[in-house]
């Protein structure tokens, strides 16, 4: 399977990484941002891992999430691609969680 980050992911992640920015070195925010990715291309070996993302049922689009750290990685699956579609702060609160 292909995986493929939409634009509103990407955009969710550097939101992510901008918020945690001025608490971190340069080093550190660099290492949670790889350790976000890896996760992500994680689900090119098994991507039904994910446990199905309540706050999003009402898309009918069977939406999941895997867990990194403080971050939820919202995924999408088709017959041939795995469509990260929102990295998520779980600090933040679920009902900000864009649809």
Request: aromatic share 10%; glycine share 2%.
């Amino acid at each position: 399977m292909k995986l493929i980050y939409t634009e509103q992911s990407l955009e969710s992640l550097e939101e992510a990484l901008k918020f945690i920015a001025h608490k971190v070195s340069y080093e550190k925010l660099i290492e949670i941002r790889d350790s976000i990715l890896d996760a992500a291309e994680s689900l090119k070996d098994n991507p039904f891992v994910g446990q199905k993302e309540p706050y999003l049922e009402h898309l009918k689009l069977e939406h999941r999430r895997i867990i990194k750290d403080n971050y939820k990685i919202i995924y999408r699956l088709t017959e041939q691609h795995i469509y990260i579609t929102d990295i998520f702060d779980t600090r933040q609160n679920p009902v900000k969680m864009k649809s």
